[in-house]
Nanobody, 126 residues
């Protein structure tokens, strides 16, 4: 059974940094594009970043471009989200998800993802 688990969420001051990790099990990790999503209180879940299965293609939403970096280590079945210059608006529950096996590109559309983690909370304080 495929499982995805996020970690690394914390409370950090504005301007600070965090690195989120997401480890997948029960699936051939190297075959899956991976994505990070977030959901702030009272808002819909939004796509933040994604990475193709070969890590050659990445995508960032406009709100995080230039501040966040996604990467993956297929040997460790892990995808990372390095977050710098954190803002109050970055406060949210961050989810990791595995997309459709063997898709060539990645997507930030929720409907393209099959396996989801439970989320890790990131809180940015002033």
């Amino acid at each position: 059974q495929a499982q995805v688990e996020e970690s690394g969420g914390d409370t950090v001051q504005a301007g600070g940094s965090l690195r989120l990790s997401c480890t997948a099990s029960g699936l051939n990790f190297y075959a899956y594009p991976m994505g990070w999503f977030r959901q702030a209180s009272g808002k819909e879940r939004e796509g933040v970043s994604c990475i193709s299965r070969d890590a050659l293609t990445t995508y960032y939403s406009d709100s995080v471009k230039g501040r966040f970096t996604i990467s993956r280590d297929n040997a460790k079945n892990t995808v990372y989200l390095e977050m710098n210059g954190l803002k109050l608006d970055d406060t949210a529950l961050y989810y990791c998800a595995a997309g459709r096996a063997w898709d060539f590109y990645c997507s930030t559309s929720r409907s393209d993802y099959n396996y989801w983690g439970q989320g890790t909370q990131v809180t940015v304080s002033s």
